[in-house]
T-cell receptor
């Protein structure tokens, strides 16, 4: 079955530590996205990538970094500069990069907490 | 201009009731309006979507009503069931922009 796999499901970060969240898709989608979800705030876009080796900042990119070395993979690193990282992180993909009217397919998220 | 305002924040109905969730937007370039359903601990899943050339779209028990002049759209769930209890998000995009999500509505359907 095609889909988006996020791992791990739960992640704990110590103060001053960088952590990386994995997102892999086998849908052959061009565009991939990272969202942060906090209670009562909907989904906020962190970074997105429409093509391999290229990505753009979303609305809340500070304290995060990404890479897109392969079409199927879009890992997100939460750096120590992100002072409030506790949230539910969602990865999504769409078939065609550069086209906005495409349904987004989501993974089941990673919940990040501070130790 | 990129915001999508969603209401109510939470909604409780009895089984068989018709919950209605409303969204409003400002950007007239938006031309794609999806609704997503999210269960606890899961990612959102596309429920139904509409484009502004139609005023209503129905899929099963879910209906989107769209009012282009008022820049509003709403989701109606007919004959709601306890299994419909979830968080619902409206969203909008168009004119080359990314999806902009509403704040979400937590729906509870009591048996």
């Amino acid at each position: 079955d095609g889909g988006i796999t996020q791992s791990p499901k739960y992640l704990f970060r110590k103060e001053g530590q960088n952590v990386t969240l994995s997102c892999e898709q086998n849908l052959n989608h061009d565009a991939m996205y990272w969202y942060r979800q906090d209670p009562g705030q909907g989904l906020r876009l962190i970074y997105y990538s429409q093509i391999v080796n290229d990505f753009q900042k979303g609305d809340i990119a500070e304290g995060y970094s990404v890479s897109r070395e392969k079409k199927e993979s879009f890992p997100l690193t939460v750096t120590s500069a992100q002072k409030n990282p506790t949230a539910f992180y969602l990865c999504a993909s769409t078939p065609l990069g550069g086209y906005s009217n495409q349904p987004q397919h989501f993974g089941d998220g990673t919940r990040l907490s501070i130790l | 201009q990129q915001q999508v305002k969603q209401s109510p924040q939470s909604l409780i109905v009895q089984k068989g009731g018709i919950p209605i969730i409303n969204c409003a937007y400002e950007n007239t370039a938006f031309d794609y309006f999806p609704w997503y359903q999210q269960f606890p601990g899961k990612g959102p899943a596309l429920l139904i979507a509409i484009r502004p050339d139609v005023s209503e779209k129905k899929e099963g028990r879910f209906t989107i009503s769209f009012n282009k002049s008022a820049k509003q759209f709403s989701l109606h769930i007919m004959d709601s069931q306890p299994g419909d209890s979830a968080t619902y998000f409206c969203a909008a995009s168009g004119g080359g922009s990314r999806l902009t999500f509403g704040e979400g509505t937590q729906l509870t359907v009591n048996p």
